[in-house]
């Protein structure tokens, strides 16, 4: 079965500064999807990024970029210019087939 | 627009009680989903359906059941409440077919259930 680890129960940055999360999968398959949602308090699950593990490039979204090392089976989300309403719990998800599996989730906190 | 909806919000029952959750989606989805969320487990899955009539365990299905006798709508019964099933429920769905990996998943606001 594939798992997910987040190692980092709680992050904090200041304002306008980078932040990078990070999230290990574990897989024996080859073709997958990986996710970062966002969940603000408001508990809405929002997709912040998304990367096909057969393309090399890491997919980046505005402020949001992904670093994807598929042989090391590492997907760390980089937030620049950090912004007081990127304050949420932040989840990886790795996708084989049609099931999500999440990790244990991030708390991000943004100091002014 | 689409979307998905769970309702209630939130809710306290018994211990011992039977309570159902319901969860509709309006994007024509195949895959439906139902996760619990707990602090330190992030989101887990509970069932799944790939469609009409099918229905599958997840990770923590023991004390809960679904039932998909349409597309649109998968309730999540827990058929006698226990405290440890205390969590903030999520439904979501995808699409499926090809290239049904690449679909992300919507999901609903979620239920807050106490079991008292």
């Known amino acids: 079965a594939q798992t997910v680890t987040q190692s980092q129960p709680e992050m904090s940055v200041q304002e306008a500064e980078t932040v990078t999360l990070s999230c290990t999968y574990d897989t024996s398959e080859s073709d997958y999807y990986l996710f970062w949602y966002k969940q603000p308090p408001s508990r809405q699950m929002i997709l912040v990024i998304r990367q096909e593990a057969y393309k090399q490039q890491n997919a980046t979204e505005n402020r949001f970029s992904v670093n994807f090392q598929k042989a090391a089976k590492s997907f760390s989300l980089k937030i620049s210019d950090s912004q007081l309403g990127d304050a949420a719990m932040y989840f990886c998800a790795y996708k084989g087939g049609s099931r999500l599996t999440f990790g244990e989730g991030t708390q991000l906190t943004v100091n002014p | 627009d689409a979307e998905i909806t769970q309702s209630p919000r939130h809710k306290i029952t018994e211990t011992g009680r039977q309570v159902t959750l319901a969860c509709h989606q309006t994007?024509?989805?195949?895959?439906m989903f139902w996760y619990r969320q707990d602090l330190g487990h992030g989101l887990r899955l509970i069932h799944y359906s790939y469609g009409v009539h099918d229905t599958n365990k997840g990770e923590v299905s023991d004390g809960y059941s679904v039932s998909r006798s349409n597309t649109e709508d998968l309730p999540l019964t827990l058929e006698s409440a226990a405290s440890s099933q205390t969590s903030v429920y999520f439904c979501?769905?995808?699409?499926?077919?090809?290239?049904?990996?690449?679909?992300?998943?919507?999901f609903g606001q979620g239920t807050r259930l106490t079991v008292v």
């Open positions: 979501a769905s995808s699409a499926s077919g090809t290239p049904s990996r690449n679909t992300e998943a919507f």
């Open positions: 994007w024509n989805h195949n895959n």
